[in-house]
């Protein structure tokens, strides 16, 4: 079965900062990873698919990126609606994938 | 609106059966591939099920194979999870799901609580 690892699990950081998110698939996969905001007590938010799509009415200053094993999610800019949790999943055929997700806090 | 609505949470005993519906409104459920994922409380997301748009294919995580099972009703816009033998490791927050091409998910319902406990 692939294993989805996401680091860190939790990033300190100031509004304003620039940010990373990588997500480690166990072997190469499919360029099917999707990014996902989660905040406390609400239901995920799709950010990124297939890997570096953003989706409809999502912040440019979300970028992701990656292939093969290693992919990124990049907030350039981090802005106080961005302290959430923040999770990869991958899709393949019939199976879906989390990674564990990643708190990003305010420092 | 577009959205997606569960019902049909609440406590149960182990052992016990539950059904959850997901009620979509402001699109064609009939277009769309659905998926259920649920979250236990302070963990992360786990994907359960998923069943395509005419109820051919439908597909299981591990932990639930054999005790949970997904259905549809496209005429009455409704998902279903059929939950059975259920644990106290179910407890968790229920949510369907909207699948595109590719796999990811671009509407959630605000998800229906399941409490597994004696």
């Known amino acids: 079965d692939i294993q989805m690892t996401q680091s860190p699990s939790t990033l300190s950081a100031s509004v304003g900062d620039r940010v990373t998110i990588t997500c480690r698939a166990s072997?190469?996969?499919?360029?099917?990873l999707a990014w996902y905001q989660q905040k406390p007590g609400k239901a995920p938010k799709l950010l990124i698919y297939q890997a570096s799509s953003l989706e409809s009415g999502v912040p440019s200053r979300f970028s992701g990126y990656g292939s093969g094993t290693e992919f990124t999610l990049t907030i350039s800019s981090l802005q106080p609606d961005d302290f959430a949790i923040y999770y990869c999943?991958?899709?393949?055929?019939?199976?879906?994938?989390f990674g564990q997700g990643t708190k990003v806090e305010i420092k | 609106e577009v959205q997606l609505v569960e019902s049909g949470g609440g406590l149960v005993q182990p052992g016990g059966s539950l059904r959850l519906s997901c009620a979509a409104s402001?699109?064609?459920?009939?277009?769309?591939?659905m998926n259920w994922v649920r979250q236990a409380p302070g963990r992360g997301l786990e994907w359960l099920l998923y069943?395509?748009?005419?109820?051919?294919?439908?597909s299981y995580a591990d932990s639930v194979k054999g005790r949970f099972s997904i259905s549809r009703d496209n005429a009455e816009r409704s998902v279903y999870l059929q939950m059975n033998s259920l644990r106290v490791e179910d407890t968790a927050v229920y949510y369907c799901?909207?699948?595109?091409?590719?796999?990811?998910?671009?509407?959630w319902g605000k998800g229906t609580t399941v409490i597994v406990s004696s």
């Open positions: 999943q991958h899709y393949d055929p019939y199976l879906w994938m």
């Open positions: 402001g699109f064609t459920l009939s277009n769309y591939e």
């Open positions: 072997q190469r996969i499919s360029s099917y």
């Open positions: 069943i395509d748009s005419s109820s051919r294919t439908t």
């Open positions: 799901a909207r699948v595109l091409w590719g796999g990811h998910m671009d509407l």
